[in-house]
T-cell receptor, first 117, second 117 residues
Framework: AQSVTQLGSHVSVSEGALVLLRCNYS??????LFWYVQYPNQGLQLLLK??????LVKGINGFEAEFKKSETSFHLTKPSAHMSDAAEYFC???????????????FGQGTILTVHP | EAGVTQFPSHSVIEKGQTVTLRCDPI?????LYWYRRVMGKEIKFLLH????????ESGMPNNRFLAERTGGTYSTLKVQPAELEDSGVYFC???????????????FGAGTRLSVL
């Protein structure tokens, strides 16, 4: 069974500082990995996805993540935090079902990012 | 284009009552997923429809939960009778069917917050 671990349920950074949100996964086959963000009172929005095309994936709002197979990690980073980045972030993994259709997502516990002025 | 819409946004009911949650997926999306997040826990998969057929219902907690998707459009999730442990946020997501992970990105609704008293 797949599992996802996000280290740190809360991360606090100053505006302009580096953001690093950690995600480790376990999967018996090469996974497909995602980062979602949830702003208050909104649904989950896709930040970026890993599809095996490139290990460094760039997403929206200046975020990027690097897939490291040897470490089974997919950490999310942003060089300079902005106040608007305050939200909850979820790492998720899915596998392929039936050849072309992707199945359920398995989520990590979520990390709440707080950005201080 | 309208996103995934969920009704109601909040529901407060008493133990033993019945509640029906509705999800309207993005038009043309044949995949529809239900997830649940109990407070303090990770988002967990409940079930997956492809059109009107249940592809995977391995996450449904028990037979008090009934999901339907008549006609392959909107879906309902009924809890009858509701118990205290059913409280949480219920998310719906939809995606296209086709090859490639890009086509299978899951788009989420804002969720229904269910409180069972």
């Amino acid at each position: 069974a797949q599992s996802v671990t996000q280290l740190g349920s809360h991360v606090s950074v100053s505006e302009g500082a580096l953001v690093l949100l950690r995600c480790n996964y376990s999967s018996s086959v090469p996974p497909y990995l995602f980062w979602y963000v949830q702003y208050p009172n909104q649904g989950l929005q896709l930040l970026l996805k890993y599809t095996s095309a490139a290990t460094l994936v760039k997403g929206i709002n200046g975020f990027e993540a690097e897939f490291k197979k040897s470490e089974t990690s997919f950490h999310l980073t942003k060089p300079s935090a902005h106040m608007s980045d305050a939200a909850e972030y979820f790492c998720a993994v899915s596998d392929r079902v039936g050849g072309t259709s992707y199945g359920k997502l398995t989520f990590g516990q979520g990390t709440i990012l707080t950005v201080h002025p | 284009e309208a996103g995934v819409t969920q009704f109601p946004s909040h529901s407060v009911i008493e133990k033993g009552q019945t509640v029906t949650l509705r999800c309207d997926p993005i038009s043309g999306h044949d995949n529809l997923y239900w997830y649940r997040r109990v407070m303090g826990k990770e988002i967990k998969f409940l079930l997956h429809f492809v059109k009107e057929s249940k592809q995977d219902e391995s996450g449904m907690p028990n037979n008090r939960f009934l999901a339907e998707r008549t006609g392959g459009t909107y879906s309902t999730l009924k809890v009858q009778p509701a118990e205290l442990e059913d409280s949480g946020v219920y998310f719906c997501a939809s995606s296209q069917v086709g090859s490639g992970v890009a086509k299978n990105i899951q788009y989420f609704g804002a969720g229904t917050r269910l409180s069972v008293l």
